[in-house]
């Protein structure tokens, strides 16, 4: 999947390159350049971290006049006037107006490297309102931006991240030339897609998947282990032999009649004693009027 988005098989869209401090995204930011200058894509580039010379490093010489560096290293806060760019240039008027100096380019690549210098100087809302009015507006194909999760609050990572159509976060490998990506890819159907792959680059920033990451399924002893027993340290026992169980069913409780025993009292035999009731006046009790035996 690493590879089908950096060909840009998704056709276009929103990817963040999240790194840390442990595993830098930059190397896969530049392969993601030269792939879209080897497409003749015409690619603008917002440069706040490495200076031109350094992003220009390693890249196919016979596309450099694609590449539109916007140099904002420099100066990014524009202090010296010295920078083409600024931070509080980081607004949908003005990017629009850079990407219309090469309005005759078919497919335009802008790439941020990156969006944490931005979201440290600009509210996170006005960034992701200005995102997602270069997604929609058409001047832009594709728009990939790196950003640094360690510096920001995980809030403020997952805001700009569901904007993305594709996030890859870059972790380190246990082979120091290689890096684990795990992407995860929002379909225009709104299908999430997610991978892993081990890959590494080479010096001409291609790249290279070398495998998918194994994860060692857990043992038998370690899945099945067995249930705690309540009632193993108790002073009595609550369980029950073989011959205590039989002994309860053959226990006749008090007061419970078996059906030997209901026969008898219901159908009695010659010889057996009779009650006989004769009602008298008294007994003569009017539902009417019960208070007939009263005398007024």
């Given at each position: 999947m690493l590879l089908e988005t950096l060909q840009g098989a998704e056709g276009g869209g929103f990817i963040i390159l999240k790194d840390s401090v442990y595993c830098s995204a930059r190397p896969l930011l530049k392969s993601f350049i030269n792939e879209a200058l080897g497409r003749e894509e015409t690619v603008h580039v917002l440069s706040f971290e490495v200076s031109g010379e350094e992003l220009r490093n390693g890249l196919e010489e016979s596309h450099i006049q694609r590449l539109h560096l916007h140099n904002a290293y420099s100066d990014p806060l524009g202090w010296t006037k010295q920078s083409s760019f600024t931070v509080h240039q980081f607004t949908t008027q003005h990017i629009s107006s850079i990407l219309k100096e090469t309005s005759q380019a078919k497919?335009?690549?802008?790439?941020?490297?990156?969006?944490?210098?931005?979201?440290?100087?600009?509210?996170?809302?006005?960034?992701?309102?200005?995102?997602q009015q270069l997604k929609k507006g058409g001047a832009v194909r594709t728009i990939i931006a790196l950003l640094h999760t360690d510096l920001h609050q995980d809030g403020i990572v997952g805001s700009v991240c569901h904007l993305a159509t594709s996030v890859i976060t870059i972790a380190s490998s246990q082979r120091g030339s290689e890096a684990l990506a795990k992407i995860t890819r929002r379909t225009k159907s709104g299908k999430i897609m997610q991978d892993e792959e081990i890959y590494s680059i080479k010096e001409d920033l291609t790249v290279i998947i070398h495998s998918r990451p194994n994860h060692p399924r857990p043992t038998q002893t370690e899945t099945d282990e067995p249930e705690a027993d309540p009632t193993a340290n108790l002073t009595f026992n609550l369980r029950l032999s073989e011959t205590e169980?039989?002994?309860?069913?053959k226990l006749s409780l008090p007061f419970v009649f078996s059906?030997?025993?209901k026969s008898a009292l219901l159908h009695s035999g010659p010889g057996s004693g009779r009650i006989l009731y004769e009602p008298d006046a008294n007994d003569d009790f009017d539902q009417e009027d019960p208070d007939d035996d009263l005398d007024f």
């Amino acid at each position: 999947m690493l590879l089908e988005t950096l060909q840009g098989a998704e056709g276009g869209g929103f990817i963040i390159l999240k790194d840390s401090v442990y595993c830098s995204a930059r190397p896969l930011l530049k392969s993601f350049i030269n792939e879209a200058l080897g497409r003749e894509e015409t690619v603008h580039v917002l440069s706040f971290e490495v200076s031109g010379e350094e992003l220009r490093n390693g890249l196919e010489e016979s596309h450099i006049q694609r590449l539109h560096l916007h140099n904002a290293y420099s100066d990014p806060l524009g202090w010296t006037k010295q920078s083409s760019f600024t931070v509080h240039q980081f607004t949908t008027q003005h990017i629009s107006s850079i990407l219309k100096e090469t309005s005759q380019a078919k497919s335009v690549t802008l790439v941020i490297d990156s969006l944490s210098w931005i979201l440290r100087h600009l509210n996170p809302s006005a960034i992701c309102q200005s995102l997602q009015q270069l997604k929609k507006g058409g001047a832009v194909r594709t728009i990939i931006a790196l950003l640094h999760t360690d510096l920001h609050q995980d809030g403020i990572v997952g805001s700009v991240c569901h904007l993305a159509t594709s996030v890859i976060t870059i972790a380190s490998s246990q082979r120091g030339s290689e890096a684990l990506a795990k992407i995860t890819r929002r379909t225009k159907s709104g299908k999430i897609m997610q991978d892993e792959e081990i890959y590494s680059i080479k010096e001409d920033l291609t790249v290279i998947i070398h495998s998918r990451p194994n994860h060692p399924r857990p043992t038998q002893t370690e899945t099945d282990e067995p249930e705690a027993d309540p009632t193993a340290n108790l002073t009595f026992n609550l369980r029950l032999s073989e011959t205590e169980r039989q002994a309860k069913k053959k226990l006749s409780l008090p007061f419970v009649f078996s059906k030997e025993k209901k026969s008898a009292l219901l159908h009695s035999g010659p010889g057996s004693g009779r009650i006989l009731y004769e009602p008298d006046a008294n007994d003569d009790f009017d539902q009417e009027d019960p208070d007939d035996d009263l005398d007024f």
